[in-house]
């Protein structure tokens, strides 16, 4: 009641802001970790609080020494399991990406959908097996070193000579982080799933496998059909016509979009089919 008898509007004001901002970046904190290895981690650090609450409140001394040592190292366990988000983050704070999202960012997201979009079509009409995935939040550094480093700038050219027969770097999968080609020839986990169809071969298993370790997204060109599919989530769509495909990954990469004065967003599928077919945009 203290709090309230001596309450003025300043104050109000100032206490609405601070649990705003504070709200605010609980949230953020929770989209940047959302979909990674992290949140596992988080739930392991929650049984341990809890362990040591029951602990405390049990007076089991033993399991109460045990948890305080876990605890006294554990701001900087914490510091090294969370370093890759904890990166991840302080380098889009530098950005300025940690609150807001520029035009500039949906523009590179079509543009780098667009190359991919080229290449599958140009693999599929001439039934040529390839392997493309997309990194997201869950880092796939561990599969890209398995690979042949390449670090280069996203193009369809580059990434249809890589899936050529009979070149070193057919086999395997090429992982893209942003708008760079990371490496070729990458070996995957294999997915386990009992109820994947048996038409479906050591390609499209790998395809499913990593986005069922990670949010990776992968897209499988089939040597046999020609045919395109989307792994997502250790789910696959066979057949997935295009324009279907750039929905989904517009969806997938950049849930939101900066609305243009039409009310149409700049980088939609239907503007990258106008974008690829040589057509005004109107």
């Not at 395997?172 to 070996?187: D, W």
């Not at 950049?254 to 239907?270: L, N």
Request: glycine residues 8%.
């Amino acid at each position: 009641m203290d709090y309230f008898t001596g309450l003025t509007w300043q104050r109000s004001i100032k206490d609405i802001a601070d649990i705003l901002i504070v709200s605010y970046l609980i949230y953020r904190l929770i989209l940047l970790i959302r979909g990674t290895r992290a949140v596992q981690l988080l739930k392991g650090i929650f049984l341990l609080v809890i362990t040591w609450a029951l602990s405390a409140w049990l007076n089991l001394y033993t399991l109460k020494w045990l948890m305080n040592q876990v605890f006294t190292f554990g701001v900087v366990t914490v510091l090294i399991i969370f370093q890759p988000e904890l990166r991840r983050a302080l380098e889009q704070l530098g950005r300025g990406k940690l609150f807001s999202r520029s035009p500039a960012e949906d523009q590179e997201v079509g543009e780098r959908i667009n190359e991919v979009i080229k290449t599958v079509n140009y693999l599929a009409r001439r039934k040529i097996g390839a392997l493309i995935v997309f990194e997201r939040n869950t880092g796939l550094t561990d599969y890209i070193e398995s690979g042949i480093k390449m670090s280069s700038t996203l193009s369809s050219e580059l990434l249809i000579n890589v899936f050529i027969p009979n070149t070193p770097l057919h086999d395997g999968a090429v992982i893209l982080r942003g708008s760079q080609i990371m490496a070729a020839g990458c070996y995957l986990p294999l997915s386990e799933n009992p109820f994947i169809s048996k038409e479906l071969g050591t390609r499209h298993r790998a395809g499913i496998g990593i986005s069922e370790v990670s949010d990776a997204i992968s897209l499988i060109v089939s040597e046999e059909t020609g045919q395109i599919s989307l792994a997502i989530n250790g789910q696959v769509v066979r057949d997935i016509n295009e324009e279907s495909l750039i929905s989904k990954l517009f969806e997938e990469l950049r849930p939101q979009f900066r609305k243009t004065a039409d009310g149409e967003s700049r980088w939609t599928w239907k503007a990258l089919r106008r974008r690829k077919e040589g057509e005004p945009r109107g």
